[in-house]
């Protein structure tokens, strides 16, 4: 499997990807809202495009279907249930498809709402397997809820999905966030290591070349898989004083998505 991360350079701060067949050089433009790039990309690299997967409605994610299509005839992917929302959707995929790319690709799909209750994420199944997660999980943080998201269902996709895959999987967001999340981590846990060490590594990267966490160093650096550190809920319930002794996970899960939604 072959992945390329493209950055857009946008306001938005997205990132659109390109993943290949080394065999066929067939590729799978996940959220190519840059199609200009993705299709240079794709150009330098010899590949071709001939299928689009949209991890969730949002037009900062699927704006360059249209074109993309128009230059590829590329098949468009999407969760089932944005059939209505995604423009000239070809398939819609439920939790456990897989998308095969080429001969050698496989990416099984995650059914991940919260962000939007229509979200997909993709597993890569290789050497090192990888998450395409969209705007579910960020390096150091989670999606937000505002349009059409749930922070419960966000809390049972991060409890019941994204907890329980290999530490060793690799890491790729829809945009990147990465330094003011992990601001946002030591704001609630000054004294993470992990977090401060990796701020000071990547406070000056270039995004077109970001640093690609895996989901092992995730747990230590954001505060969405941190929910039992004694430091993040002491600091919560100083905050919140009608907060219980030992609040359970899902209580602190949806306290830090309420307080990262004003920070």
Not at 141 to 155: F, V
Not at 212 to 220: H, M, P, R
Not at 228 to 248: G, R
Request: net charge negative; glycine share 6%; hydrophobic share 40%.
């Amino acid at each position: 499997m072959l992945v390329k991360q493209i950055w857009t350079a946008n306001a938005l701060r997205n990132y659109n990807y390109l993943i290949a067949c080394p065999e066929t050089g067939e590729a799978l433009a996940i959220d190519p809202l840059d199609h200009a790039r993705c299709l240079a990309t794709a150009r330098d690299e010899g590949w071709e495009i001939t299928q689009i997967l949209n991890t969730h409605e949002h037009r900062d994610h699927t704006g360059g279907n249209e074109a993309l299509v128009a230059a590829t005839g590329a098949q468009v992917l999407a969760h089932h249930a944005a059939r209505d929302r995604i423009p000239g959707l070809t398939k819609g995929l439920a939790a456990g498809d897989v998308i095969r790319v080429g001969k050698t690709v496989e990416l099984e799909c995650l059914d991940t709402p919260g962000h939007t209750m229509c979200h997909l994420c993709l597993l890569g199944h290789a050497d090192h397997p990888a998450l395409f997660c969209g705007d579910t999980l960020f390096n150091a943080g989670a999606g937000n809820c505002h349009n059409g998201g749930h922070p419960e269902a966000l809390y049972r996709t991060f409890a019941d999905q994204l907890s329980r895959l290999p530490d060793d999987t690799l890491v790729y967001p829809g945009h990147d966030y990465m330094v003011n999340n992990l601001r946002f981590t030591l704001s609630r846990e000054p004294d993470n290591r992990h977090a401060t060490e990796l701020l000071d590594q990547v406070a000056d990267q270039d995004p077109a070349h970001a640093f690609v966490t895996t989901l092992g160093l995730e747990k230590e650096i954001s505060t969405f898989f941190r929910l039992n550190s004694a430091t993040l809920i002491a600091k919560l319930k100083s905050e919140f004083p009608d907060l219980p002794e030992n609040p359970d996970a899902k209580t602190v899960f949806l306290k830090l998505r309420e307080l990262r939604n004003s920070w």
